[in-house]
């Protein structure tokens, strides 16, 4: 499941403001927390089947559609969720997180500018959205931006020092340059966070073997 899904259902960061109680019925709630529940196990399909149902009861729930489009998006329908989080955005243009996820949907199809745009708009509606800055980063590297991306990755680890993916492809924009300390530096960040991604194990014996740094190189083999 993306970080900020979980993170957003304990924080003011969830999903969608939900409808007073008044509004929104009992049995639509009911749906959507089991929909919520199975998303936490990742079956996206039993967690699209409840906000469906939940949508039957009360068309307008904004936040089901929005959580209806990730549930999708894990299905790998992206135009069927595509729909959905255009709908939630119909119902409340504050919707940070369904533009987020309309940007992860247009990389995974290619459409890069489209992915910038929704982006950088979940940015402008809420500028705290770390996930959203990597996100950028991401982008701005497969545009070949890596100015852009380095500058998002590191907004991104202003917010989140945990980021380790920002760290790892700070340290990529950083071997590119020629800067090869500084990308060292980075790749043992990115690694003392995930110390079993062997990925970025790889990366930093990498740096290591071409600084012909041999601090640590027998632990990191080892492992």
């Given at each position: 499941?993306l970080s900020w899904f979980?993170?957003?259902?304990?924080?003011?960061?969830?999903?969608?403001?939900?409808?007073?109680?008044?509004?929104?019925?009992?049995?639509?709630k009911?749906?959507?927390e089991?929909?919520?529940?199975?998303?936490?196990t990742a079956q996206w399909?039993?967690a699209?089947?409840?906000?469906?149902q939940?949508?039957?009861?009360?068309?307008?729930f904004?936040?089901?559609r929005?959580?209806l489009?990730?549930?999708?998006?894990q299905l790998?329908r992206?135009t069927?969720?595509?729909?959905?989080l255009e709908?939630?955005l119909?119902l409340d243009?504050?919707?940070?997180n369904?533009?987020?996820?309309l940007a992860t949907?247009?990389?995974r199809q290619a459409h890069?500018a489209d992915a910038?745009?929704?982006?950088?708009t979940?940015i402008?509606?809420?500028?705290?959205?770390?996930?959203?800055?990597s996100l950028?980063?991401d982008?701005?590297?497969e545009?070949?931006?890596r100015d852009g991306?380095?500058a998002a990755?590191?907004?991104a680890?202003?917010?989140?020092?945990?980021?380790?993916?920002?760290l790892?492809?700070?340290?990529?924009?950083c071997e590119?340059?020629?800067?090869r300390?500084k990308?060292?530096a980075?790749y043992?960040?990115?690694?003392?966070?995930?110390?079993?991604?062997?990925?970025?194990?790889?990366n930093?014996?990498?740096q290591?073997f071409q600084l012909?740094d041999?601090?640590?190189?027998?632990?990191?083999?080892a492992?």
């Amino acid at each position: 499941m993306l970080s900020w899904f979980k993170k957003k259902k304990n924080t003011e960061t969830k999903a969608a403001a939900e409808a007073p109680s008044s509004v929104v019925n009992a049995a639509a709630k009911a749906l959507k927390e089991q929909g919520d529940a199975f998303l936490d196990t990742a079956q996206w399909q039993e967690a699209a089947q409840c906000y469906e149902q939940a949508l039957a009861q009360e068309p307008q729930f904004a936040a089901v559609r929005s959580n209806l489009g990730f549930a999708l998006m894990q299905l790998h329908r992206y135009t069927d969720a595509s729909a959905q989080l255009e709908l939630a955005l119909t119902l409340d243009a504050g919707l940070f997180n369904a533009h987020y996820l309309l940007a992860t949907i247009a990389r995974r199809q290619a459409h890069i500018a489209d992915a910038v745009r929704h982006v950088e708009t979940a940015i402008a509606i809420r500028p705290s959205f770390a996930e959203a800055y990597s996100l950028l980063g991401d982008l701005r590297l497969e545009l070949e931006d890596r100015d852009g991306a380095s500058a998002a990755y590191l907004r991104a680890l202003e917010l989140d020092p945990g980021a380790a993916s920002a760290l790892s492809n700070l340290g990529g924009i950083c071997e590119h340059r020629g800067e090869r300390r500084k990308a060292l530096a980075y790749y043992r960040q990115a690694l003392a966070l995930e110390p079993h991604n062997q990925g970025m194990r790889l990366n930093l014996l990498h740096q290591q073997f071409q600084l012909a740094d041999w601090a640590g190189v027998e632990n990191e083999i080892a492992l």
